[in-house]
């Protein structure tokens, strides 16, 4: 057999089945040149689950008259004119072939009407070949409307794959509810068979937001996600996530949209599972509305004839940021999680609790402050009690009790515990506390291997002067766990103590080589001193008596020289006795 070129209407047919697979398909189609056409109401009418009529009505800019026949011919577009701009797609539609391959396999009406035209005008195709060359006038507002009828009708073979229309209409609503989420500033109505099925309109407040979400994916979807909102230099990814494990009413459901485009991609998904970890039960699978925003320079998405794969130059760097931006929110959610549990256990003894503290020294006699009560037993029940123990002579038990700092009793001014020890009452510095056990914790060796890497190593530009102060202070910074990679005008961060726990990294570090640059010669100890007032300093605490409590136990156990002798700025005796004096005395 000969080789032949195809003719064009052929063509048209074979692209047609790469792109046009189903009714849900010319949807998809359609709605993107409408958002790329600048449209914010987009009406969305279908019959027979779009078998027999598929109609897509919008407010964009619409099509001049001279345009209209061209907008019919393959790889005709508005979007592009480079190679260059093929780089950088920032449009949904791009590729010129949505509307040929649909008219090839359909018979389609095309209306449109610009702002400076007075009128909108017609055209109308069978099969891609134009029945009437004359563009008709036609009445209607600013935008353009496509109706498509008979899908596959001169494709039989295509047209036996469908499913039924109940199917197909699924198809479309569930397409169109992705869309629903990817723009939320769009007006959309959806009617099937002439009955509408629900008109939502743009939202902007963080509440209509919320109910556009409830209605895609339901109400116990939005009660239980966690949002997600984390950006670095030209990555950012935000939208809302669950697990599934834990609360089995929510419906599987993921939704994923990178630079405003529907996208099902493996290396989102695995990441964001991936950050999940052990959290996920019985291979469960977390749902997730999730938007990734990337420099469209930095992803291919002329990969798939739908465009519905894209793929990513720099893949690992987009992984790790994505399980970096899931963890961060996930660890906040199961700490807060452990704390809420804590606090229910404490809400049921807080009866128990508050008689406690009014009975733990207020009402007690004073007799209780004094070093030796054995003065206050009268004299002849002590010599009773004396003789009765040298008769059964028992073996004398010493009772060693846990070295604590006291047990608390409130919190002042939000920077004091005062707490109480046998018959003393004590008062402790929160601030100081927190600092000696910021100390403690970076420079104690059971925590040197607890470093925290970075996801993704941070850049961060040094004078040529400080470099020297990095290179000869290296050591000691590893040490602790702050680790770079030196390069000839900047450092690369790679990780930084677990316990540090600092916002703006680069602001942190700026401040570590000037305090560096200006010490000769400096210690570890000295270093984590300085550390320590620095979180210190740029950390402030709501000291609840749950943290502080916290705190007592971290310091009791990371500093127990402290205990041994406590520093007079760390914790200061309360001399109670002569606040009892003055008052018995008034």
């Not at 979007?79 to 539609?93: F, W």
Request: glycine residues 2%; hydrophobic residues 35%; aromatic residues 10%.
């Amino acid at each position: 057999m000969s080789i032949k070129i195809l003719p064009p209407y052929l063509i048209n047919q074979i692209s047609a089945g790469e792109i046009i697979e189903r009714p849900v398909s010319v949807v998809k189609e359609l709605i993107e040149n409408s958002l790329d056409a600048g449209a914010n109401r987009i009406d969305i009418n279908i019959k027979k689950g779009g078998m027999k009529l598929i109609q897509i009505q919008d407010n964009g800019c619409g099509i001049i008259r001279n345009e209209l026949s061209i907008s019919l011919e393959r790889y005709a577009t508005s979007k592009i004119r480079s190679i260059k701009d093929l780089e950088i797609i920032t449009s949904l539609g791009f590729r010129g072939e949505a509307l040929t391959s649909i008219s090839s396999v359909s018979r389609l009406t095309l209306t449109s009407r610009t702002v400076n035209q007075n009128q909108a005008w017609q055209i109308y195709t069978e099969g891609n070949k134009i029945i009437d060359v004359k563009i008709k006038p036609a009445t209607h507002p600013i935008g353009t409307t496509v109706k498509v009828f008979d899908l596959f009708y001169n494709t039989p073979v295509r047209r036996k794959f469908m499913k039924t229309e109940k199917i197909e209409f699924n198809h479309i609503y569930n397409m169109i509810n992705q869309i629903l989420l990817a723009r939320f500033d769009v007006t959309i109505s959806f009617s099937h068979n002439d009955y509408l099925i629900y008109y939502q309109p743009a939202v902007i407040t963080e509440n209509q937001i919320k109910r556009r979400l409830g209605f895609v994916c339901g109400t116990n979807f939005v009660k239980n996600c966690l949002r997600v909102d984390y950006q670095q230099d030209n990555l950012s990814i935000h939208g809302w996530i669950i697990n599934r494990s834990e609360y089995k009413i929510i419906d599987f459901l993921q939704y994923c949209y990178v630079n405003g485009r529907i996208i099902k991609d493996k290396l989102i998904s695995n990441a964001i599972r991936q950050a999940f970890n052990d959290q996920l039960k019985n291979n469960e699978k977390p749902s997730y509305v999730i938007y990734l925003e990337i420099n469209p320079s930095q992803l291919d998405i002329n990969i798939h004839p739908t465009k519905k794969e894209i793929r990513f130059y720099q893949p690992r760097l987009v992984y790790d940021f994505i399980i970096q931006g899931i963890t961060n929110v996930l660890e906040i959610y199961y700490k807060n999680k452990v704390v809420s549990i804590v606090l229910n256990k404490e809400s049921k003894n807080q009866s128990n609790d508050d008689h406690m503290k009014n009975n733990d020294f207020f009402s007690l006699p004073d007799w209780y402050f004094k070093d030796d009560v054995s003065n206050l037993i009268p004299k002849e029940i002590k010599e009773h009690y004396n003789s009765q123990i040298s008769v059964c002579k028992l073996p004398y038990v010493t009772v060693k009790y846990p070295k604590y700092f006291g047990h608390l009793l409130t919190v002042l001014k939000n920077s004091y515990a005062v707490l109480k020890k046998n018959q003393t009452l004590r008062l402790m510095s929160l601030p100081v506390a927190f600092r000696y056990l910021k100390q403690s914790q970076l420079q104690n060796r059971r925590l040197k291997s607890q470093t925290r890497p970075l996801l993704i190593p941070l850049k961060i530009k040094i004078r040529e002067s400080y470099l020297k102060t990095i290179q000869k202070n290296n050591s000691i910074l590893n040490s602790i766990g702050i680790c770079f990679q030196i390069e000839t005008d900047h450092i690369t961060l790679l990780s930084i103590p677990s316990t540090l726990h600092v916002y703006d990294l680069k602001v942190l570090i700026h401040e570590i080589v000037d305090y560096l640059f200006l010490q000769k010669n400096i210690s570890i100890q000295q270093l984590c001193y300085w550390l320590a007032i620095y979180e210190n300093k740029n950390d402030t605490i709501n000291w609840t008596n749950l943290k502080v409590n916290i705190l007592l136990t971290e310091i009791e156990y990371f500093c127990p020289d402290l205990l041994r002798s406590p520093p007079s700025n760390l914790i200061q005796q309360i001399n109670i006795k002569n606040t009892i004096n003055m008052l018995n005395n008034v």
